[in-house]
């Protein structure tokens, strides 16, 4: 269990977020009815976006395919066909960091109790790649066959509050737990607020995502996946898929950096986040701050963040 004032500093921060985005659900009139406009998008389908781009996908229909999967140079005869090769150009993602950081997929791994935490180097120490430990550990192993100091899983959660300028505002929370197997479960729930014609409107949009760390050192942990993400509305809720993919960065303590991004769809609505955060972890409680950019359809629905993290 965590030290008690750890818990008493994430539960703190907690509330300060929570009176922070209650005062910006205060303040002016919003200067636009972005979450209503988002909301329409949604149940529309996002018809409206894909008639206006109807045209300009049929203008470039009888453009030559620039053959996907082909040859970049079919002139560099002498080179590796791995890399000569628009299909593997687009993978780059997936297989670079891998090979990066020489990842078969097969090493086990070792959890701290934080970033840092225990003299760890990072946040996990991986079989074959970290220093020997004496404390007991779990089944990963170090290059001479020494347990790993650490534990099979872990567990995240955060809160957080986020505001665009004096009109949009949004309270979410969430988790992240990880297993030594490499499969991780996420969720979240954001809840935001506008200010217009004198009422308030809110929207609410929930996330729960499969991972897999297909690529990871002790200090760079890198995954990508796929969920689904809803949107209540009335009487029903929309549902859409969506694909992501992530990387969790401890470069030296305190700092954790934290990149992430996803792609999907509700009822048809295209919908897109891109989100980054620098943080600064204290025992198990980080504190961190970014910016988060998320669109459905033409709705900009971006704004800047701050919250605590809570690892156990």
């Excluded at 659900?25 to 949604?42: D, E, H, I, W, Y």
């Excluded at 066959?145 to 955060?158: C, D, E, I, K, T």
């Excluded at 499969?183 to 506008?194: H, M, N, S, T």
């Amino acid at each position: 269990m965590p030290p008690r004032r750890s818990l008493r500093a994430f539960a703190c921060m907690c509330a300060v977020f929570a009176l922070l985005a209650w005062d910006w659900g205060l303040a002016a009139p919003a200067q636009a009815g972005k979450l209503s406009s988002a909301r329409s998008a949604v149940r529309s389908g996002g018809s409206s976006s894909s008639s206006r781009s109807s045209g300009s996908r049929s203008s470039s229909a009888s453009s030559p395919a620039s053959g996907w999967g082909g040859s970049v140079h079919p002139a560099w005869y002498g080179y590796d066909p791995f890399y000569d090769n628009w299909l593997t150009w687009m993978l780059l993602p997936w297989w670079g960091p891998r090979r990066w950081m020489g990842d078969d997929g097969d090493r086990a791994v070792a959890f701290s109790t934080a970033p840092y935490a225990d003299g760890y180097d990072g946040y996990m120490r991986v079989e074959g790649r970290s220093a020997p430990q004496t404390l007991p550990g779990v089944a990963a192993k170090d290059d001479t066959g020494a347990p790993l100091l650490g534990r099979g899983s872990a567990l995240r959660v955060w809160a957080e509050g986020g505001v665009q300028g004096s009109h949009l505002f949004r309270g979410a929370g969430g988790f992240l737990w990880s297993g030594f197997h490499r499969l991780e479960l996420q969720g979240d729930v954001r809840v935001y607020g506008e200010r217009e014609a004198g009422r308030t409107d809110t929207l609410t949009l929930g996330t729960v995502a499969v991972n897999y760390l297909f690529a990871l050192s002790p200090g760079v942990q890198v995954r990508s996946g796929a969920g689904v993400r809803w949107l209540p509305d009335g009487d029903q809720v929309h549902v859409g898929a969506l694909f992501s993919y992530g990387a969790d960065f401890y470069p030296a303590a305190p700092l954790v950096v934290s990149v992430a991004g996803d792609v999907g769809a509700l009822n048809g609505a295209v919908n897109g986040t891109l989100r980054g955060t620098v943080g600064a972890v204290f025992d198990q409680v980080e504190a961190y701050g970014g910016y988060e950019a998320l669109w459905i359809e033409d709705v900009d629905l971006s704004l800047w963040v701050f919250g605590a993290r809570l690892w156990l």
